[in-house]
């Protein structure tokens, strides 16, 4: 009885790791999607930075 709750939990492990993987490449793909493609230019405390995507 044992062993079959340590492999329930195994399974509810993977499948929750799967769960956040998917999610990051989610996140990752939609990120890389929306940001805007050409040259950017930022003005800050640190300078002028330009920045090719």
Not at 24 to 39: F, H, I, N, Q
């Amino acid at each position: 009885m044992e062993g079959t709750a340590m492999n329930r939990n195994a399974l509810y492990m993977i499948i929750g790791g799967l769960v956040v993987l998917v999610v990051v490449l989610g996140v990752y793909v939609y990120d890389k999607e929306t940001r805007p493609e050409g040259v950017e230019l930022k003005i800050g405390e640190g300078g002028i930075s330009i920045q090719e995507n």
